[in-house]
């Protein structure tokens, strides 16, 4: 399995990381056997899989039980949980239980974490403590109360040095990577060229040091809203559903079942039975 050196060597190489969401065993075996370098259990998952309308309603249990079943069906990937809204930020006991519990019951490799601002003490104890941490700037979408909205961040020269400044700061703490998502490519190249660790980003340009998306949105798999940044690489919401309706129709007129997925009885028995 890769670890936290890993990625950083394959930084100093320029072998660019790719990294795509998971929330359940066999899309984490697909995933593991494209040869993906990471695996995300993000909290993105309240809202493709659980139909949330954003991160916000996410627990712990949610975030434990998908890892739970990401970690069976990709044994040797390293995994990266999102800790949910509001697990990181009451106080470091609660902190360390909910990170506990991401990595002992879940199977975690790692935890990511929102934000900076007290969040760097916070990814400086978990860190300290042997938690291996990846911070997450730009557009963060737990705070999309405060932020007004999904929109694009860091697009003058003061919130750019803000980023900066904080990934910095993410890095003096003891994170291992850093996911920034919605910037200017030039932030996210400025952002690369300034950090010893990876920065993976997601709607950041084609130089960061790696890729993250959400495997549904590549896939095309459900019904959520698929940001710019999003290339589809299939559709199978279509297959599906075309799927679905032959079932409904062959179910109607008794084309389904066919002999060949039917038992049947001997004849003896069959005598015995109506005898
Ligand atoms: O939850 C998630 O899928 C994420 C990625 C979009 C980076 O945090
Ligand atoms: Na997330």
Do not use: W
Not at 167 to 177: D, N
């Amino acid at each position: 399995m890769k670890t936290t050196a890993s990625f950083m060597k394959m930084k100093q190489r320029k072998d660019k990381i790719t990294m795509m969401t998971a929330y359940d065993a066999p899309a984490a075996r697909l995933v593991e056997q494209s040869g993906m370098d990471m695996i995300l259990v993000g909290d993105s998952l309240g809202m493709v899989v659980l139909g949330y309308d954003s991160t916000v309603p996410v627990t712990i249990d949610d975030m434990v039980l998908h890892t739970k079943a990401a970690r069976r069906g990709a044994q040797n990937t390293f995994i990266v949980t999102d800790m949910p809204f509001l697990t990181y930020h009451a106080s470091l006991q609660d902190t360390f239980a909910h990170a506990k519990r991401l990595l002992q019951e879940g199977g975690a490799s790692a935890v990511k974490l929102e934000g900076a601002g007290p969040v760097i003490e916070t990814v400086a104890k978990l860190t300290e403590a042997g938690v291996p941490v990846m911070g997450h700037l730009g557009l963060t979408p737990q705070s999309v109360g405060v932020l007004g909205g999904y929109r694009v961040q860091g697009k003058d020269p003061e919130s750019a040095r803000k980023l900066l400044a904080d990934a910095k700061a993410l890095e003096e703490a003891g994170a291992f990577a850093i996911v920034v998502e919605c910037v200017p490519e030039q932030v996210g190249e400025m952002l690369s060229e300034k950090c010893n660790i990876p920065i993976i980003g997601i709607g950041a340009g084609v130089d960061t040091d790696g890729q993250v998306l959400v495997y549904h949105d590549i896939l095309g798999y459900g019904d959520v809203h698929v940001p710019k940044f999003v290339k589809s690489y299939a559709n199978v919401s279509p297959i599906i559903e075309q799927a679905l309706k032959l079932y409904v129709q062959e179910v109607k007129e008794q084309k389904f079942p066919a002999k060949e997925h039917s038992f049947t009885m001997s004849e003896e028995a069959l005598s015995g039975l109506y005898g």
